[in-house]
């Protein structure tokens, strides 16, 4: 009898380990390979994770990890990405974030790149992180929500978020 409680113990500790690790980097390249309309959601889905688990070291190899991939494979998109990520994940764990202006060229990146919808989101974050007076936030909630709402709603888990920081800004 002691025998089947000690698994099920010892299988409840092994899920909760096993859940708290990060998304690993070829887990990530593989969400963020995704160009089609539900890159969003899969992007979302991959910063969920670094919100829900913390952990600094973890954070950092990974990061240095996509770096050393993206070097090795170069690609728009995934550059954007790693930086994004790393902004965030910045922010989750109290470190530096990245400056104005190199939210700036991510998003002149985003725009010579052709891609609309990562464009929208980098302009999101810029709207929402950069140290910027209240008309450039409005001016890229603005600009993010019309490129959101042309491609769809269904694919921008957070799009009450730019109407709320819109509706704050009025």
């Given at each position: 009898m002691l025998k089947p409680l000690q698994f099920v113990i010892l299988f409840f500790v092994v899920s909760f380990y096993s859940n708290a690790q990060n998304l690993n980097k070829q887990q990530l390249i593989n969400a963020w390979k995704i160009s089609d309309k539900t890159q969003t959601v899969r992007a979302e889905e991959t910063?969920?994770?670094?919100?829900?688990?913390?952990?600094?070291?973890?954070?950092?190899?990974?990061?240095?990890?996509?770096?050393?991939?993206?070097?090795?494979?170069?690609?728009?998109?995934?550059?954007?990405?790693?930086?994004?990520?790393?902004?965030?994940?910045?922010?989750?764990?109290?470190?530096?974030?990245?400056?104005?202006?190199?939210?700036?060229?991510?998003?002149?990146?985003?725009?010579?790149?052709?891609?609309?919808?990562?464009?929208?989101?980098?302009?999101?974050?810029?709207?929402?992180?950069?140290?910027?007076?209240?008309?450039e936030k409005l001016f890229y909630n603005l600009k993010a929500l019309e490129i959101q709402e042309e491609i769809g709603h269904q694919y921008f888990p957070n799009l009450y978020i730019r109407y709320y920081n819109i509706s704050r800004i009025y």
């Open positions: 910063y969920l994770d670094l919100k829900n688990h913390k952990d600094l070291n973890s954070f950092k190899n990974v990061v240095q990890e996509l770096k050393d991939f993206e070097i090795k494979n170069p690609g728009n998109r995934l550059f954007i990405r790693i930086k994004i990520y790393e902004f965030l994940g910045n922010l989750e764990l109290g470190l530096p974030t990245t400056k104005d202006n190199e939210l700036r060229t991510l998003i002149q990146k985003c725009y010579l790149f052709g891609d609309e919808q990562l464009l929208s989101e980098v302009y999101t974050l810029y709207a929402e992180r950069g140290q910027i007076a209240n008309e």
